[in-house]
């Protein structure tokens, strides 16, 4: 189990080869989703799994034309059925709960050798139409999955210096 080495590996992959991911290896990236944890275990969390090309284009317009959308072989979106539950810290937990399992979809497709690209730029509204995503449901993201064609360097990462303070908040 090498966990971190998954999570050095992964990149934002925004170019993509057009060889299909096989279904086992969707299926393992989905169940990574399904097994990540949730506020209050209510796993409210709904994915829908887009290999049809006319709709990934459709996607991709929707996404404010970021190409590779429609290029990836698959999308998923990660939506949320509920979305009024509040935890006791004040936070809503849809955004969060969703949010662990599409990273852990991230980290489970670069152990698979795949790549994956977060898209948060996309009209709600219009992905909604396209996928008869009913009211009440919240897309939070939409995910590409595929082979990577070109693999990028790593992008920079503040120091863990920067990041922590020990025992209290330190200005
Ligand atoms: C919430 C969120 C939204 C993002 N939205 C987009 C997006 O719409 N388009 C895109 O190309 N990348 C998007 N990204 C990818 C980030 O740009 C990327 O994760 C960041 O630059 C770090 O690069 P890395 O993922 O390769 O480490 C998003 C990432 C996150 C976490």
Redesign the pocket.
């Known amino acids: 189990m090498d966990v971190l080495k998954a999570i050095r590996s ?3 992959i ?1 170019k993509y080869d057009n060889r299909e991911v096989e279904e086992e290896k969707l299926v393992r990236v989905l169940e990574s989703g399904r097994l990540s944890p949730s506020a209050s275990n209510r796993q409210e969390r709904r994915f829908v799994v887009i290999r049809d090309a006319s709709t990934r284009k459709a996607l991709c317009e929707a ?1 404010g034309n ?1 190409k590779f959308v429609a290029e990836a072989p698959v999308v998923i979106a990660a939506c949320s059925i509920e979305t009024e539950y509040i935890m006791f810290c004040g936070q809503r937990a849809y955004p969060i709960d969703t949010a662990i399992a599409v990273d852990h979809m991230t980290l489970q497709a670069a152990e698979e050798g795949l790549g994956t ?6 009209d709600e509204r219009k992905v909604k139409n396209i996928l008869n995503i009913p009211d009440g449901v919240r897309v939070v ?1 939409l995910l590409t999955l595929g082979y990577p064609s070109t693999i ?1 360097l ?2 920079p990462r503040k120091s863990l210096d920067d990041l922590v303070m020990r025992e209290k908040w330190r200005s």
Do not use: V
């Open positions: 992964r990149r934002s925004r996404a970021q690209c977060w898209i948060g730029a996309f993201a990028p790593p992008t």
